[in-house]
């Protein structure tokens, strides 16, 4: 049996507690942890029940780890599973946690593939094949992926993607323009029919408003 002996909050965030027994240093934990737990000075724990605040604690560390790397933006199963890796969490709470936030709705690849699809199609507009790639370095499974990307248009997304660059190079002669934008869409992972395509119509657009 082992006794608490000191029960600190840590200096630097009072969500933190740390644990003395027998005068050492044991453990750091939640603070919510501690209070559910009960932990209170001169309480005896014996060595199963410390194994198990251990446990616990750690389950805790991965969840809150988890909460915090989804708050910037949605996440795939496999870049959770990654980042939790990094952290040296223990297999087992890594997939505790993981079946945790499929749970709560809060780890889902279709819903991740449909985000990180219409994200870039607000903001960043890009080819399907990119798309694909760039979803499937996220760890998402082709079938999802299949299911997902298939709806986007790569002819929309090419003009979409087109607009704001042709604006800004609409001073320049045509063949300036064609190469510079032609150049912009390749980069975009555009195939060469779909920026021929693209720079016709958007060169006659922009004639028809200067008239």
Aim: charged content about 35%; aromatic content about 8%; proline content about 1%.
């Amino acid at each position: 049996m082992s006794k608490i002996t000191a029960l600190r909050t840590n200096k630097r965030t009072d969500k933190r507690v740390s644990l003395f027994l027998d005068g050492k240093f044991a453990i750091s934990l939640d603070a919510e942890a501690a209070v559910k737990e009960g932990l209170k000075i001169g309480q005896e724990l014996s060595d199963n029940q410390l194994e198990v605040l251990v446990r616990n604690t750690g389950l805790g560390s991965c969840l809150n780890v988890a909460y915090r790397y989804l708050s910037y933006r949605p996440r795939s199963e496999a870049e959770m599973r990654e980042r939790l890796q990094h952290r040296n969490f223990e297999d087992s709470q890594i997939e505790i946690v993981i079946n945790k936030l499929k749970e709560q709705n809060l780890l889902d690849d279709t819903a991740f593939a449909q985000f990180w699809k219409e994200n870039r199609e607000s903001f960043r507009p890009i080819s399907q094949r990119l798309t694909r790639l760039e979803l499937r370095k996220k760890g998402v499974a082709d079938e999802i992926i299949n299911e997902v990307v298939s709806q986007t248009d790569d002819k929309d997304s090419a003009y979409r993607a087109a607009l704001s660059k042709a604006k800004r190079l609409s001073h320049q002669e045509y063949e300036t323009f064609r190469r510079r934008l032609s150049d912009y869409l390749k980069r975009r992972g555009f195939d060469y029919s779909v920026i021929n395509q693209t720079i016709k119509r958007v060169w006659q657009e922009l004639a028809e408003q200067s008239l």
